[in-house]
């Protein structure tokens, strides 16, 4: 495998589901990120972690929550969703983030989730 | 804060024909400059950068932007468009800041169609 890649590409879930997507990237980043990504909607930018740690949440409901257990694995854990919350869901990696805003991201396939 | 701002949201050119796309951002001193190109149901690929020194720049596919500092521009053109160009491109912008302010802001994005 290499660059970023996203589990499941599609997913399916009701409003009382518990899900979560995963993210891994094979670049020797040390920075992660989660974007949505909907119909009308600009990317917005969710969760950034930089080593392991969370340095931006961008005031995501807490129905959303992220886990970075390493520098090369991020998850998104969802439980009780909206159908709001339906969109493209994208996982981006960088060499690091928060030193300057010059680094290259690299974005994995995204998965479409849709909540009924 | 920086803003990023693409005024068109959908554009269609004849294959053959050249192209330019519009980017224009908010921000007092130079910023870093980044234009991204997203197929249907794919994450995002990296088609160009600028930091500093030449204005021009030459990107991946053909794709080249200039670097306006006085229109705070940093438009994408393409000489001669192929279908497979159809896609949806975003301009995004960093700071050489630290913190949050040093993450990308990405534009609200421009639908390319190509008529053959």
């Known amino acids: 495998e290499t660059g970023v890649t996203q589990t499941p590409r599609h997913l399916v879930m009701g409003m009382t589901n518990k899900k979560s997507l995963k993210c891994e990237q094979h670049?020797?980043?040390?920075?992660m990120y989660w974007y949505k990504q909907s119909a009308k909607k600009p990317l917005e930018l969710m969760f950034v972690?930089?080593?392991?740690?969370?340095?931006e949440n961008n005031s995501v409901p807490s129905r959303f929550s992220p886990e970075c257990p390493n520098s090369s694995h991020l998850f998104l854990h969802l439980h009780t969703l909206q159908p709001e919350d339906s969109a493209l869901y994208l996982c981006?990696?960088?060499?690091?983030?928060?030193?300057?805003?010059?680094?290259?991201?690299?974005f994995g396939p995204g998965t479409r989730l849709t909540v009924l | 804060a920086q803003s990023v701002t693409q005024p068109d949201i959908h554009i269609t050119v004849s294959e053959g024909a050249s192209l330019e796309l519009r980017c224009n951002y908010s921000?007092?001193?130079?910023?870093?400059l980044f234009w991204y190109v997203q197929s249907p149901g794919q994450g995002l690929q990296l088609l160009l950068k600028?930091?500093?020194?030449?204005?021009l720049v030459q990107g991946i596919k053909g794709f080249e932007a200039e670097f306006k500092r006085s229109q705070s521009s940093f438009n994408l053109r393409k000489p001669s468009v192929h279908w497979s160009d159809a896609a949806e491109y975003f301009c995004a912008v960093g700071t050489p800041y630290g913190g949050s302010q040093g993450n990308l802001i990405f534009g609200k994005g421009t639908k390319l169609s190509v008529k053959p």
């Open positions: 670049l020797g980043h040390n920075a």
């Open positions: 981006a990696s960088s060499l690091s983030s928060g030193t300057s805003g010059g680094d290259e991201q690299f």
């Open positions: 600028y930091f500093s020194g030449d204005t």
């Open positions: 921000y007092g001193a130079t910023p870093y």
């Open positions: 972690y930089n080593f392991k740690e969370q340095t």
